[in-house]
Structures are given as C-alpha cells and as structure tokens.
C-alpha cells in the first residue's frame, strides 16, 4: 500500500514568514512529485512539481526533494493571506506516463495579517 | 476558455437509484480520471482513462463504472448507489506528457 504522509495541521505562520509544508512517501520506486493547493470548496490546483533531487524554484515557491530521505517540501516565502489552504502533496510514477498518483490528506495553512 | 466541467454539482439521491455524473474537458486532453474525497482520507483516485475506448481503475473502483466513448466526456456511473458513496468528487484531465491535471469543480454528492 503507498502511503503519503502530511501533518494535517492547520500550520500557522505570520503574513510575510516562511511556511514550510512536509510529506513523505513510502513507496521508493515514486519518480514524480506534485504540490497542489486546495482552497476551502474548491478543486485542487498544481502548483509545482518535481522529479529530481533538490531545489525547484518558481517565484515565492519552492519544492525540495530528497529521494533517499523519501521527503518532499514545499516552502512558501513571504507568505500572504491569499496563501491560506490546504497544500496536497502527490506522489507517482514515471513522468508524462499513466499513472495513478496517491495523495497525502493535506496540511492546512493559515497566514494571519 | 479551456476547462472540465461537471453535473450536476450537488446531488442528493437515494440507495439504489442509479446516477451518472457527467465530465466534459474542451482542452482535447487524452488523460481523464476520477476522484473522491473523504474527510481525513484525502484524494483518491477511482478511475481513469488514457484515451478514447480505454479506460482503468484507480484504487476505490468498487462501486462505480466509467465509460470513455468520446475524447471529451468521461461520466462517471453509480449503478446503485449506497450510503458509503456520499463523497465530492472530482474529474481530472490532463494532457499525456504533461504534468499539469486540470479538476473540475466537483460534485457534493450525498446518498440517503
């Protein structure tokens, strides 16, 4: 069985800090990493992924990946309100190909002014 | 405007009385897939197609039938629904060789 593991929180963090979001996956042979954000009633929107170990940048986003620690983050910089929800992380197969991703339950951020 | 749409958006029915759940994408994505989501068991997948006339399950297919006779619509059949099916779910559609899933808005459904 793959499992995906977030703490469900909520995290909290002051507007302008840096909110860290952790996940761990079980199943070694994963080669494809995904950050989705869900806001409240909402459907889930990818955010960022990454396939190789260390750092993937995009804007106040970034994704880690530490493939023999079996850890995935997400670390969002000057965290705002509108950055509330909750992040899911997903993990898969090979890239591009069918897969069946498996999700974590998802950590709930808040950003308080 | 490119988008998956789906119907009805919230639902509510009884035991046994069969239901589709309809999902449409205009973005000529080959990959489509269904979702639910629980409270506390997060997203899981319960079908998905890799293109027209292809079609397999996720992890939760119990219960459920898909059909893929059209690149565009992928509905999702509860043949006789129960109690345990009362879930939001979600169609997804992407395009093979990218990452980026599109999701529809979702569907509250709730079975007496």
């Known amino acids: 069985q793959k499992e995906v593991e977030q703490n469900s929180g909520p995290l909290s963090v002051p507007e302008g800090a840096i909110a860290s979001l952790n996940c761990t996956y079980s199943?070694?042979?994963?080669?494809?990493f995904f950050w989705y954000r869900q806001y409240s009633g909402k459907s889930p929107e990818l955010i960022m992924f990454?396939?190789?170990?260390g750092d993937k940048e995009d804007g106040r986003f970034t994704a880690q990946l530490n493939k023999a620690s079996q850890y995935v983050s997400l670390l969002i910089r000057d965290s705002q309100p509108s950055d509330s929800a909750t992040y899911l992380c997903?993990?898969?197969?090979?890239?591009?190909?069918?897969?069946?991703?498996?999700f974590g339950r998802g950590t709930s951020l808040i950003v308080h002014p | 405007e490119a988008q998956v749409t789906q119907n009805p958006r919230y639902l509510i029915t009884v035991t046994g009385k069969k239901l589709t759940v309809t999902c449409s994408q205009n973005?000529?994505?080959?990959?489509m897939s269904w979702y639910r989501q629980d409270p506390g068991l997060g997203l899981r997948q319960i079908y998905y197609?890799?293109?027209?006339?292809?079609?397999d399950k996720g992890d939760v297919p119990e219960g459920y039938k898909v059909s893929r006779k059209e690149k565009r619509n992928f509905p999702l059949i509860l043949e006789s629904p129960s109690p345990n099916q009362t879930s939001l779910y979600f169609c997804?559609?992407?395009?093979?060789?990218?990452?980026?899933?599109?999701f529809g808005p979702g569907t509250r459904l709730l079975v007496l």
């Open positions: 997804a559609s992407r395009r093979t060789g990218k990452e980026t899933q599109y």
């Open positions: 199943d070694r042979g994963s080669q494809s």
């Open positions: 990454i396939y190789s170990n």
């Open positions: 997903a993990v898969a197969g090979p890239p591009g190909g069918s897969y069946i991703p498996t």
């Open positions: 973005m000529n994505h080959e990959y």
């Open positions: 197609s890799m293109n027209v006339e292809v079609t």
